[in-house]
């Protein structure tokens, strides 16, 4: 009969060991979860500011090749402009081309 509690001490000592254990491995699980909901919400703002940069960006290149062909049509005016502008100084008083 003796060897029969004492068996049985045992075994609760164990079950409470285990119960022990299984409260500290749900501790640690929630602990997990909180910071994975936590890395979900950082992941997803990173995401969001991805999607918001790359928005920028191409408004970004828009702008810049409307400003390199704005910037070729005043080349083109300004060359016009200098062709004419040369002429006209080259041109003698008479109206006659300078040699």
Same mark, same amino acid.
């Given at each position: 009969?003796?060897?029969?509690?004492?068996?049985?001490?045992?075994?609760?000592?164990?079950?409470?060991?285990?119960?022990? &254990?299984? %409260? *500290?491995?749900?501790?640690?699980?929630?602990?997990?979860?909180?910071?994975?909901?936590?890395?979900?919400? #950082?992941? @997803?703002?990173?995401?969001?500011?991805?999607?918001?940069?790359?928005?920028?960006?191409?408004?970004?290149?828009?702008?810049?090749?409307?400003? &390199?062909? %704005? *910037?070729?049509?005043?080349?083109?005016?300004?060359?016009?402009?200098?062709?004419?502008?040369?002429?006209? #100084?080259? @041109?003698?008083?008479?109206?006659?081309?300078?040699?």
């Amino acid at each position: 009969m003796h060897f029969i509690l004492e068996q049985q001490a045992k075994f609760e000592a164990g079950i409470a060991e285990v119960r022990n &254990a299984i %409260a *500290e491995v749900k501790e640690t699980a929630a602990k997990q979860n909180e910071s994975i909901v936590g890395l979900l919400q #950082v992941s @997803r703002m990173l995401v969001d500011s991805q999607i918001a940069a790359e928005g920028r960006m191409a408004k970004i290149q828009e702008r810049m090749a409307d400003l &390199a062909a %704005a *910037e070729k049509r005043t080349d083109e005016r300004l060359d016009s402009f200098i062709d004419f502008f040369e002429r006209h #100084v080259n @041109r003698s008083p008479g109206g006659e081309q300078a040699k």
